[in-house]
């Protein structure tokens, strides 16, 4: 039991983050034919779960205090395992995942860096690639596309006969807009 901080749809389940907790519910029938979410499996994450993105099998979790995790979901065994955390501490405010190999975290002291999983596999962990200051409070990092038809970089133009999906961008809110 505890306080619910987010909540995703993940597999067509479940998953959320209650206290330092990250659960995955799947929707089952009760015996009286009632629904009930069942818990399929939980992951220890840290302090604070905060912050929770998922794509394709991995989950990117945003502790209070520990920064960032990266999980997988074995579908198999019904277990979330971590591949990844950033050694550091840092307090993030936001999370996304740009793609498999990058994730995005925003932290209290106005920053966003990126992060990707290391080549040890001795030693796995999140190594910080970049990260710049914004001078703001990002509270929102947003995987998403806001424009739908493809343009020619080089000069501008919409070009409607090129048939690709537009390229998705993540954009941050703060609280100052």
Avoid at 82 to 106: F, G, I, K
Avoid at 113 to 138: C, M, N, W, Y
Wanted: hydrophobic share 40%.
């Amino acid at each position: 039991a505890g306080a619910v901080y987010s909540l995703v749809s993940f597999h067509s389940m479940l998953l959320g983050s209650i206290n330092s907790r990250v659960v995955l519910w799947r929707q089952a029938e009760k015996k009286d034919g009632g629904e009930v979410l069942q818990e399929v499996c939980h992951f220890e994450a840290g302090i604070l779960a905060l912050h929770l993105k998922a794509m394709d099998d991995l989950i990117v979790v945003g502790d209070l205090m520990y920064s960032a995790q990266l999980l997988r979901f074995n579908e198999e065994s019904s277990t979330l395992q971590e591949l990844a955390r950033d050694p550091t501490n840092s307090w993030p405010t936001a999370v996304e995942m740009a793609s498999e190999d990058l994730l995005l975290c925003a932290d209290d002291s106005h920053n966003i860096f990126a992060l990707s999983p290391s080549k040890d596999p001795v030693h796995p962990s999140l190594e910080r690639i970049g990260q710049f200051h914004t001078g703001e409070f990002v509270n929102r990092l947003q995987r998403t596309s806001l424009n739908n038809r493809p343009v020619d970089v080089d000069n501008g133009i919409v070009c409607h006969e090129i048939e690709q999906p537009p390229a998705e961008q993540v954009l941050w809110a703060s609280v100052d807009g």
